[in-house]
């Protein structure tokens, strides 16, 4: 009696037709520092900025995701003073020493509403604006692609005629944008000549 064909399994299967990977890394990739001084001042100044700015960020996300209530004090090489804290710095180290360590006082539910509705509006506005870059781009190279076809040597000799409603305010823009150079570079030169009008 002869035996079925073995099936692989999916993960065997896929094995055997990926490629190989490549030999040898061209860059190194993100690594994680090691946790030691800053020799050179400069830069341990830079480090503490950038830093500092990105705990804020976490910090205020957490805040925010959590609702938690937290207050961060990180003081320079120079002696000065940042704080961080939600609802504020000072509820929450006000109840730090306090005897009783008592929940710090919650920001209003309507105050959390409003900032969670402010998260996604600033969301949605950037899918907005994403979507609107794109229209702009797509929307530059219809004039491009006009202008190849015409046979036009320069961008601005485009058949206006074949442009259509999206494409026009961006070469509107674009040529007065040019005006503009061309006005401000014949300000400049040196001539008898009376400014252009």
């Known amino acids: 009696m002869t035996q079925p064909p073995r099936l692989l399994p999916v993960v065997e299967r896929a094995a055997m037709t990926q490629t190989p990977p490549p030999l040898g890394k061209k860059t190194k990739g993100r690594q ?16 503490f900025s950038k830093r500092k700015s990105g705990l804020w960020k976490k910090a205020a996300e957490l805040a925010v995701l959590c609702r938690a209530s937290l207050a961060i004090v990180v003081f320079s090489e120079a002696g000065k003073a940042f704080a961080f804290g939600s609802p504020s710095t000072d509820a929450v180290l006000g109840c730090a020493d306090a005897d009783a360590l008592a929940p710090v006082p919650a920001a209003d539910d309507v105050e959390w509403g409003a900032l969670e509705a402010l998260c996604r509006q600033t969301e949605a506005m950037g899918v907005e604006v ?11 190279k219809k004039v491009v692609e006009v202008q190849t076809q015409a ?10 005629e074949a ?6 305010p961006v070469f509107a823009r674009a040529l007065q944008r040019l005006r503009d150079n061309v006005r401000r570079h014949a300000d400049k030169m040196p001539s008898a000549a009376p400014p252009l009008q």
């Open 32 to 47: 994680r520092r090691e946790n030691r001084r800053v020799e050179k001042k400069e830069s341990r100044q830079v480090t």
């Open 130 to 140: 994403a979507a609107e870059a794109e229209r702009m781009s797509a929307a530059g």
């Open 151 to 160: 046979g036009k040597r320069f961008w601005w000799e485009a058949d206006v």
């Open 163 to 168: 442009l259509g409603e999206a494409e026009l």
